[in-house]
């Protein structure tokens, strides 16, 4: 059986008596083509199947309609929840307005030539910085280049000079450290993300705030910093409980993490919320959504600060795609604050 032959822009145009940059034009809506004309090729298109490639349309309309990710190197990237959901989320919107994702992986220090490259090359329309740092030297980097970029978290205080999108941490983190102080706890640990990052860094600030407040002194035996998966979780847990004073609550910076919490307490003998209270950030990772619940049908399991990654995908990728439209508008920014739930792993301190 015989197959039908792709058509192409070049065949379209000879079907219409018409040149291929008209043809191109008048697809990719451009205004000076007219009305009739327009119509007459956008028929003939649908009837005879054309399909656009993708570098005839970036050709036509000056843009690559891709999206660059260009994200750190690290053992657990590409199996992390975390990034898989934020990018689930953005990949819904790009695909929405008819772009895709080019994602590199590099360490930090060979990001700047990354982004050099894709500049140049013309590869991209705009990239997402993650993971940014507290004065994160990418921005500078960004900005001299004109590319248009969106940050997802914060750099500095006020973002005044670039597109960001982030979650109010530092409140998050000092609502969920003042709830356990107000239940009559004082030992309280801190399993915090890399404080590297700026996100962990203003969770740290929220805690510590909450602590000075309330007249507790900071204990740094209490406090971890390391990526967030689950043998974190569990290994931290297990040095916190072989303290001289061990901790009676335990916030924690990411569900993974939390899940290393929670076994570690069982193979100690002891229940999360019954004798030891604990606090997670819920990123509301799509793998967890009907699983890791508490017995209770309507309560969840682990009381939380709560805020979606995908939803932050989501954001972060409309706010790219604004930018990209409008380029010399002035930077947008959005900070979104996280819900507070009360779930099952919270309780007054157990007396000793």
């Given at each position: 059986m015989a197959t039908r032959k792709a058509m192409n822009l070049k065949m379209l145009s000879e079907a219409l008596g018409l040149s291929q940059t008209t043809v191109s034009r008048a697809l990719n809506g451009f205004p000076e083509v007219a009305e009739k004309t327009r119509a007459r090729v956008v028929?003939?298109?649908?009837?005879?199947?054309?399909r656009p490639s993708p570098s005839a349309a970036s050709l036509a309309t000056g843009k690559s309609r891709m999206i660059g990710h260009v994200v750190s190197l690290s053992e657990h990237i590409m199996i992390n929840p975390h990034f898989a959901d934020f990018i689930a989320g953005a990949g819904e919107i790009y695909a929405q307005s008819g772009y895709d994702i080019l994602l590199r992986l590099a360490p930090?220090?060979?990001?700047?030539?990354?982004?050099?490259?894709l500049a140049e090359d013309q590869r991209v329309d705009g990239v997402v910085v993650h993971g940014p740092l507290t004065g994160d030297?990418?921005?500078?980097?960004?900005?001299?280049?004109?590319?248009?970029?969106?940050?997802?978290?914060?750099?500095?205080?006020?973002?005044?000079?670039?597109?960001?999108?982030?979650?109010?941490?530092r409140r998050a983190f000092h609502r969920a450290t003042k709830f356990l102080l107000d239940l009559g706890h004082e030992r309280i640990a801190l399993i915090n993300g890399l404080e590297t990052m700026n996100f962990a860094e203003r969770r740290r600030q929220g805690y510590e705030a909450a602590l000075a407040e309330a007249g507790v002194a900071l204990d740094e035996r209490l406090l971890h910093s390391a990526d967030m998966v689950e043998p974190y979780g569990y290994q931290a847990t297990r040095a916190l409980m072989e303290l001289d004073e061990p901790p009676t609550a335990i916030l924690v910076a990411s569900v993974l993490p939390a899940m290393g919490v929670t076994r570690a307490l069982v193979d100690l003998g002891l229940r999360a919320g019954e004798d030891v209270s604990v606090i997670a950030f819920d990123d509301c990772l799509s793998f967890l959504q009907s699983g890791y619940k508490g017995s209770a049908?309507?309560?969840p399991y682990f009381t939380a600060v709560r805020s979606s990654i995908r939803e932050a995908g989501k954001r972060v990728a409309q706010l790219l795609l604004e930018r990209i439209e409008t380029p010399d508008g002035p930077p947008l920014s959005e900070?979104?604050?996280a819900d507070f739930v009360i779930g099952q792993t919270t309780a007054l301190p157990r007396r000793r």
């Open positions: 028929e003939a298109a649908e009837r005879l199947n054309y930090l220090e060979e990001q700047e030539r990354i982004y050099l490259n030297s990418r921005i500078g980097i960004l900005n001299a280049l004109g590319m248009p970029f969106v940050v997802h978290g914060r750099c500095d205080e006020e973002g005044a000079d670039y597109c960001w999108m982030d979650v109010n941490n049908p309507d309560i900070l979104w604050e």
